[in-house]
């Protein structure tokens, strides 16, 4: 009776070990990952090989430093096979489509999305981000906002990997050589083009040219234009907006001696500014501008460069760029869906990731004052130069895009190139464009 007892004693104690240890398995199972959020689950942790489409220019150097090195150490088990955007400006992702050949992950900005909404390619991760309890209040709100607008339903069809954000960069060497002072932050346009005359003139038989700053479409970001109206199915380029948009960006260019006639040359304004280094102020986003700086650094080369919060309107005072993004997304036809997202989420909402990406200069998509804390720290380029200030300014609110934004910026760019080259008045050339835009979007309706 004593062995019996004995033996009933030993199989409760084994049970309750067995239970233990199966309770125990579970918790690790399902461990936190250190950053409040949990791994996603998948079926296995057999080799899986996904590929990574760039829809955006990304270094060699970068893609290994934000994508592969970190997921290769987080899940050896992925394999990324990097798919690179065709030599052309626009990606056919119809083409894609019809060849089921859309990668599993996607990298790319808002300029593609309604074209990949109309095709239907991206899988909506709301219920992803549920699953796993991570907080979209994380990230940069405005950003999350905008895409919600680009997704049908309010659904989320991206996240961003890091955000873009914009700079007047300039040459200090430019105002040293005349003795001017240097650009400061809050600079109205109007202050901008006054300080651009001071150093725009010819020297010793080189063109200086006091400010470039071609990019309409981001100098209009400030008054959040629309490029459609749904209403009336007609573009929206003959607007009291864009006439003052116009209007700053001709008087920027009829400054004597500051228009690169030559038309191609005129385009490669990135290039004057590290190149030929006659370019005093550079208006463009940051994330184009930085690679070339660390490069030149690299090399022994360094630019005697700086920047300051982008110039603003006088009524819109305060307002920088929209909310430019990079983001990751996952193909709706993906045959390996957790893993795409193990991958998107790691690298969008982890601590770890985000700080390796804010410590490269990229602007995380995370709001914690933390990580952003650390922007530029592991680039000498960036020491010293007026970081805190720039990533301060209060982003424009981007307009509900439509699939006909890329013709209407075609028409905008042609109406800019009409005002600047062939002294178009503004009027006559947004009147202009207006209606041949509008020809182009029925058309396309016709379809």
């Known amino acids: 009776m004593i062995f019996m007892g004995k033996m009933k004693g030993a199989r409760v104690t084994l049970a309750l070990i067995v239970i233990l240890a199966f309770v125990l398995s579970g918790c690790s199972k399902n461990e936190s990952t250190g950053t409040g959020k949990e791994d996603t689950e998948v079926p296995t942790a057999e080799p899986v090989e996904l590929s990574f489409y760039l829809g955006v220019s990304l270094s060699d150097s970068d893609y290994k430093t934000f994508i592969v090195d970190p997921i290769h150490k987080k899940f050896p088990n992925i394999t990324l096979t990097r798919v690179d ?242 983001m990751l997304m996952m193909s709706a036809t993906s045959k390996h869906k957790d893993q795409a997202f193990q991958v998107i989420s790691y690298l969008t909402s982890s601590q770890e990731a985000q700080t390796l990406i804010s410590r490269n200069a990229r602007m995380s998509g995370l709001t914690d004052a933390q990580i952003r804390g650390v922007f530029g720290a592991d680039i000498p380029a960036l020491k010293g130069k007026n970081i805190a200030n720039v990533l301060k300014v209060k982003p424009a609110v981007t307009v509900a895009p439509t699939i006909y934004d890329p013709i209407v910026t075609r028409h905008l760019k042609a109406a800019k190139e009409k005002i600047v080259f062939n002294q178009v008045d503004v009027n006559t050339a947004l009147r202009e464009e207006q209606e041949a835009a509008d020809q182009e979007i029925q058309a396309e309706m016709a379809k």
């Open 85 to 326: 955007k065709p030599g052309t400006n626009e990606t056919n992702y119809d083409e894609l489509v019809a060849a089921g050949q859309v990668p599993d992950i996607i990298f790319s900005s808002f300029a593609p999305l309604p074209q990949m909404v109309d095709l239907k390619m991206l899988e909506d991760l709301t219920p992803y981000f549920k699953k796993q309890n991570i907080n979209l209040s994380a990230f940069e709100p405005q950003v999350i906002h905008d895409i919600q607008d680009y997704t049908p339903n309010g659904g989320l069809l991206a996240i961003p990997l890091y955000l873009n954000f914009g700079a007047l960069f300039y040459n200090k060497d430019i105002f040293d050589k005349f003795g001017v002072s240097y650009p400061k932050d809050g600079m109205t346009w109007n202050q901008t083009i006054e300080l651009a005359r001071k150093v725009t003139r010819n020297d010793a038989g080189v063109q200086y040219r006091g400010l470039d700053a071609q990019n309409h479409t981001q100098i209009g970001d400030a008054y959040s234009l629309p490029s459609f109206d749904p209403k009336t199915k007609k573009a929206t380029i003959n607007t009291d907006g864009w006439k003052k948009v116009m209007t700053m960006i001709k008087d920027i260019y009829d400054i004597p001696g500051n228009l690169e006639t030559d038309k191609k040359r005129f385009a490669g304004g990135k290039d004057l500014f590290f190149t030929e280094k006659n370019i005093a102020m550079y208006s463009i986003f940051f994330n184009g501008m930085i690679t070339t700086f660390i490069d030149l650094a690299e090399k022994g080369q360094p630019m005697n460069w700086d920047m300051v919060t982008p110039p603003n309107f006088d009524d819109r005072l305060g307002v920088g760029s929209k909310a430019d993004a990079h």
